[in-house]
């Protein structure tokens, strides 16, 4: 008997589960897909920078190279304490050990700084050094994700004017949203791992000054997909 009741409670629960379903997909709705995007200038610029005693004719130290590069980035307001990051540390010890030759070390850092201008007289101050091992590495938006977050509102608020006026013609009524789904967000990079206001800085004069120029803007873009009930 109490088998016989567990299977009747499980199949009223089915059917309520398959009831609302049916209710869902057999009401009047409408689908429609919106996007929103904006253009936004990236403010965290990561430059590469390879210290190598290799690269200096009189075989200077990497010691003595990173003192010197420290001293320029930081002549230029450039905070190296917070800016400045050890990326790696390798030696040729391998070589030393098989020819008995001098270790040749090197050191790579991570740059940051805040705007195309400034990247570009770091280079070209760290070219001044004879430290020319400099590379654009990548470039971020800080509020990424607050940014996100909006684009999802305009959105989905761009959504509601489609539906309403989809449905003018027919003398509906727009009712509330059944399903709303994050179709898409992303970030569109306009380069290709170069940056044209920071390459010019690697002409070789100490009376260039980078133009005031912005980084190339990226494009952010948020797309939705809502479903809303109608009357």
């Known amino acids: 008997m109490i088998k016989y009741f567990l299977f009747f409670c499980l199949m009223l629960i089915s059917l309520s589960g398959f009831a609302q379903t049916k209710t869902f997909l057999d009401q009047p709705y409408l689908e429609t897909n919106a996007s929103a995007d904006t253009l936004v200038v990236p403010d965290r610029i990561y430059l590469s920078i ?11 130290s990497v010691e003595k190279l990173e003192n010197e590069m ?11 304490e917070k800016q400045l990051m050890l990326a790696d540390l390798d030696s040729n010890f391998k070589n030393y050990f098989l020819r008995k030759t001098g270790v040749l ?3 790579s850092f991570s740059l940051l700084v805040y ?10 101050a760290l070219e001044n050094k004879k430290i020319a091992n400099v590379n654009f590495q990548k470039a971020e938006v800080s509020n990424l994700e ?17 539906a309403e006026v989809m449905l ?21 990079y306009g380069w290709q791992n170069r940056m044209s206001a920071i390459e010019m800085a690697r002409v070789q004069s100490d009376q260039y000054q980078p133009i005031d120029v912005d980084f190339q803007k990226v494009k ?3 797309s939705v997909n809502v479903k809303f009930a109608i009357e």
């Open 168 to 188: 003018q013609p027919l003398g509906q009524t727009l009712s509330k949203a059944l399903f709303i789904s994050d179709h898409n967000t992303g970030i569109i």
């Open 70 to 80: 420290n001293n320029a980035l930081q002549a230029l307001g450039i905070d190296t």
């Open 220 to 222: 952010v873009s948020s």
């Open 105 to 107: 070390k090197s050191k």
């Open 146 to 162: 607050e940014l996100k977050l909006k684009l999802r509102g305009r959105a989905v608020k761009r959504a509601v004017a489609q």
């Open 50 to 60: 390879l210290i190598r005693e290799s690269d200096s004719k009189d075989r200077q």
């Open 115 to 124: 705007d195309a201008v400034t990247a570009g007289k770091a280079i070209q």
